[in-house]
């Protein structure tokens, strides 16, 4: 088990999960450096936030020390990696934070098919050129948004379920003041981006501070309605 500290935190991964450039993203403090400067250039007291795409627990966690452990939750479709987030948040002192297992969807209860890749940063559901390669296919519970909306009410959502959130950023989002997406072109080209950005806006949301490469920051404009 490998240990490293980022912005105060300590996250723990097993070798085998060091693939690619992962490594080299923790070591360098580069690891979801976007999303958590974005987060917490906007966070405020008395937020919620909803993190899809929990992976390591480091977006949970950073949360968690500026809203307390009982504003967080998380979702994160592999189980392994479910197990991993939780470990990281209790090792953190944030115990408290609920990650649910599960693969955040548009619509449709009971399980979804989910393509679990040996680096798990890179496991998805099935994009328009199929399964991820060297996915290992396997069922997990399907978690609609609008189902996590209505139960956890949160106001900041932040989202990285590599290419998933073409089908959920599109969908109503009641409540929801902020919204840090890393958004994944490779997957759906920049129409999908384009599409994910017109959906945003269509409810309210203008491009906020903090947006870089392919993480985009959308906020509630002043006077728009969060119902």
């Given at each position: 088990m490998r240990s490293f500290t980022l912005r105060g935190l300590t996250l723990y991964l097993p070798e085998a999960a060091l693939k690619g450039n992962l490594e080299r993203a923790l070591a360098s403090g580069r690891y979801e450096n976007h999303e958590a400067d974005a987060l917490l250039l906007h966070l405020r007291p008395g937020d919620r936030l909803l993190d899809l795409g929990a992976g390591l627990g480091f977006i949970c966690?950073?949360?968690?020390?500026?809203?307390?452990?009982?504003?967080?939750?998380?979702?994160?479709?592999g189980p392994e990696t479910v197990r991993l987030a939780r470990r990281n948040l209790a090792a953190n002192g944030f115990e408290g934070v609920k990650v649910m297992r599960g693969a955040v969807v548009a619509?449709?209860?009971g399980e979804v098919e989910f393509g679990q890749r040996p680096a798990f940063w890179a496991s998805a559901l099935q994009g328009p050129d199929g399964w991820p390669e060297n996915a290992q296919v396997i069922r997990v519970p399907a978690r609609p948004i609008g189902t996590?909306?209505?139960?956890?009410?949160?106001?900041?959502?932040?989202?990285?379920?590599?290419?998933g959130e073409l089908e959920?950023?599109?969908?109503?989002?009641?409540?929801?003041?902020?919204?840090?997406?890393?958004?994944?072109?490779?997957?759906?080209?920049?129409?999908?981006?384009?599409?994910?950005?017109?959906?945003l806006q269509a409810q309210g949301f203008v491009p906020a501070e903090g947006a870089r490469k392919d993480t985009l920051v959308f906020r509630r404009s002043c006077g728009a309605g969060t119902e």
């Open positions: 966690a950073l949360a968690a020390g500026v809203l307390g452990e009982a504003a967080v939750f998380g979702v994160e479709a619509a449709g209860e996590l909306l209505a139960k956890l009410t949160p106001t900041v959502i932040c989202c990285d379920i590599e290419g959920v950023l599109t969908q109503p989002l009641p409540g929801v003041r902020l919204v840090v997406v890393e958004t994944h072109p490779q997957v759906y080209g920049q129409a999908g981006v384009d599409r994910i950005s017109a959906a």
